[in-house]
C-alpha cells in the first residue's frame, strides 16, 4: 500500500465485518513461543505487522503453514535460541514480545530494535526492570539488548509506573514459565492483554487477575500447544464507526465484542450520535450535525489512544461538528503528527502541550502525508468526508493494521483506490 485515493463527500452507510486484532495477535504470536509447540490461530489479521511477525518466528526457526480454512499453524518446536535481524524486527513494535518469550523459553533473549509508530521515544525500562527482578541480567549494548537468566526466572513482585500494554503482556509471558509467583502491580487492563492471558491459561500458564491492576502468575514448567481465535480488532470497529460519523451512516460494524468499544461509545452518545448495540454488532447513525467535546485518553477504560487522532478528525469536520473540542493525549508523550496535515486541509487546530484544541472548519481535499498508522487512518476519515479529491502517500504505515482496507470502504459505499 503505497497510495491512498479518496474522491469525498459521499455519504457512507452499509455493514462490514471485522477482522482479528492487531494488538492481540501480536502477544499471542510471539508468545506461543513458550509452548514450543504447534498453534493454530483463527482469526488472524492478515496485515502488514502481523505478517512481519510470521516473518520473525519463521526466521527463528518456526514453520508456518497457511491452512486451506483461512487458519494459520505455528510449529514452534523449531524455534532456536538466537537473535532476529534488526531489519526485521525493527518494523514492529511487537517484536518487543520476543524478549519475553526467547528469555522464558531458552533463558536467553538478544533484540536488535524494535519499531512501530514513532510517538517520539518508546522506552521499554518497565519490561526490562521486569526481568531483572525474576532474576534476569540485562545487558545494554551498543545496538542491542541481552538478557540472560541460564539458571531460569523466579517469581517476583514487579510494581509497573504505568499501566503499560507491552510490560504486561511481556511480563506475563516470561512469568508463565518462571519458578514460582509473579505479582504485576499497576498492570493494563486491555482487552489484548486479557486475550493473551486467555491463550496462556488455555496453553496451561496460571494467571489471574486479568482485568484488575494485579495480575497474578504461577509459572509452570511447560506449556502446551492449543488452538486459539484472535479476539475482534476494537480499534479497526472503533475506526469504521468514525467513518460512519463522518459520513453520516448509518455503519454498522460486525463481529465485534461491544464491551471493549464502551469508551468510543460513551463519547459518541455525548456527541449526540445515534449508538445501537446488538450483541456482537454496533450501528452508527449520525444523519443529523454533532457536538464536539472534550476527549482524554488513557488506559483502558479510559479513551483508547489507538483512537484519538480518529476523534479528533470528527471535531475538526465543519461541515458536520458544533462548538468547540478537545483530545488531551496522556498515554504517549507526541502523537499530535497527524495534526500538521488536517492543518493543510484547513483545520483549526491549537496545541498546548498534551491537549488539541479543535474549532470545525471547512476542510479542502488536499495531498496528504500519513504520519503513522492511527494519524493516517485520520487523514483518511478527513478525506472521506471532504468534498474534491485527496491523496494520502506513505500509506504503508495505514497498511499496518487495517486489512481490505479498499474493500471495506467501497462496500460502504466509499470512492476510494489503493495503489
Ligand atoms: N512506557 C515507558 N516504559 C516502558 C513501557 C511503556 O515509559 O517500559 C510508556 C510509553 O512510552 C507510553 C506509555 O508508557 O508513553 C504506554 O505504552 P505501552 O507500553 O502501553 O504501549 P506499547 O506496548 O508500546 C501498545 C500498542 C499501541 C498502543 C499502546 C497503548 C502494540 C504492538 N502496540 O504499545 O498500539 O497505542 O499499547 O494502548 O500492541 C497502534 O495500534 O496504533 C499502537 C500504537
Do not use: W
Not at 111 to 126: E, H, M, V, Y
Not at 355 to 369: D, E, G, M, N, T
Not at 391 to 405: D, M, P, Q, S
Amino acid at each position: 500500500m503505497n497510495k491512498i485515493v479518496v474522491s469525498g463527500g459521499r455519504r457512507l452507510s452499509g455493514e462490514i465485518t471485522v477482522g482479528g486484532s492487531k494488538n492481540a495477535a501480536l502477544p499471542i504470536l510471539f508468545g506461543g513461543i513458550v509452548t514450543g509447540e504447534s498453534c493454530v490461530f483463527s482469526n488472524l489479521p492478515r496485515v502488514s505487522d502481523v505478517l512481519k511477525a510470521l516473518e520473525i518466528l519463521k526466521f527463528l526457526g518456526a514453520r508456518i503453514r497457511f491452512l486451506q480454512s483461512g487458519d494459520v499453524r505455528v510449529d514452534y518446536s523449531g524455534v532456536r535460541a538466537g537473535c532476529a535481524p534488526c531489519s526485521l524486527t525493527s518494523a514492529i513494535r511487537g517484536s518487543t514480545y520476543l524478549l519475553g518469550a526467547m528469555l522464558a523459553q531458552f533463558g536467553r533473549a538478544e533484540l536488535g530494535g524494535a519499531g512501530g509508530c514513532d510517538f517520539g521515544a518508546r522506552p521499554i525500562d518497565q519490561h526490562l526492570m521486569g526481568f531483572e527482578r525474576m532474576g534476569a541480567r540485562v545487558s545494554c549494548l551498543e545496538n542491542s539488548v541481552l538478557i540472560e537468566a541460564p539458571n531460569g526466572l523466579h517469581g517476583a513482585r514487579i510494581p509497573l509506573a504505568m499501566p503499560s500494554v507491552g510490560a504486561t503482556a511481556n511480563l506475563m509471558i516470561a512469568a508463565s514459565l518462571a519458578e514460582g509467583e509473579t505479582v504485576i502491580e499497576n498492570a493494563a487492563a486491555e482487552p489484548h492483554v486479557a486475550a493473551l492471558a486467555a491463550f496462556l491459561c488455555d496453553a496451561g500458564a496460571r494467571i489471574t487477575g486479568v482485568g484488575t491492576d494485579s495480575v497474578r502468575v504461577i509459572g509452570v514448567q511447560k506449556l502446551y500447544g492449543v488452538q486459539n481465535s484472535i479476539i475482534p480488532d476494537m480499534i479497526e470497529a472503533g475506526t469504521y464507526l468514525c467513518a460512519g460519523v463522518a459520513c453520516g451512516g448509518p455503519v454498522r460494524v460486525r463481529a465485534v465484542c461491544p464491551a471493549h468499544l464502551t469508551p468510543l461509545l460513551d463519547t459518541f452518545s455525548k456527541m449526540g450520535v445515534k449508538v445501537q448495540t446488538g450483541e456482537d454488532s454496533v450501528t452508527v447513525t449520525a444523519l443529523e450535525r454533532y457536538r464536539c467535546i472534550d476527549v482524554v485518553t488513557g488506559p483502558f477504560p479510559a479513551f483508547p489512544t489507538d483512537l484519538q487522532p480518529q476523534i479528533a478528525a470528527l471535531f475538526c469536520l465543519g461541515n458536520r461538528a458544533m462548538g468547540e473540542g478537545s483530545v488531551t493525549e496522556l498515554v504517549f508523550r507526541s502523537r499530535f503528527r497527524y495534526i500538521e496535515e488536517l492543518r493543510r486541509m484547513g483545520a483549526i487546530v491549537s496545541i498546548q502541550d498534551r491537549c488539541a484544541h479543535i474549532q470545525p472548519s471547512v476542510l479542502q481535499a488536499r495531498k496528504l502525508r500519513s504520519p503513522d498508522l492511527r494519524g493516517g487512518a485520520a487523514l483518511l476519515l478527513a478525506a472521506l468526508a471532504t468534498n474534491g479529491q485527496s491523496e494520502i502517500t506513505n500509506a504503508a504505515t495505514v497498511g499496518r493494521g487495517y486489512e481490505h482496507l479498499e474493500a471495506k470502504l467501497r462496500a460502504l459505499g466509499a470512492h476510494i483506490t489503493v495503489f
